[in-house]
């Protein structure tokens, strides 16, 4: 796997590990009771912006860690997702 692809993988995995991790430990101003005027309740309190971003990244490169472990070194691949088909036919 060429550094392209592991980067390209990466950026794809940490957007959707982003996603994910929004809504950890979230309070919503309605939960808090201090509604700032002219927002809705469901609105973050406090949005604690390193905390996510810091998750993110380490979720996102222990995910990655293992993806390059099951191509490079167990060889896995998409090519052998047919193998695994009920019918058993290539």
Partial sequence: MTYF???????????????????????TQGEANEIVPGTVESAPH?????????LTTIVSAVVCLIWWFAVTKLGLGLDIIP???????R
Avoid: N
């Fill in 83 to 89: 193998d695994f088909s009920p019918s058993g036919s």
């Fill in 46 to 54: 406090r949005f604690q912006f390193g905390k996510v971003m810091g």
């Fill in 5 to 27: 692809s592991m980067f390209a993988v990466y950026f794809i995995v940490w957007w959707v590990v982003l996603f994910a991790c929004l809504p950890i430990g979230l309070r």
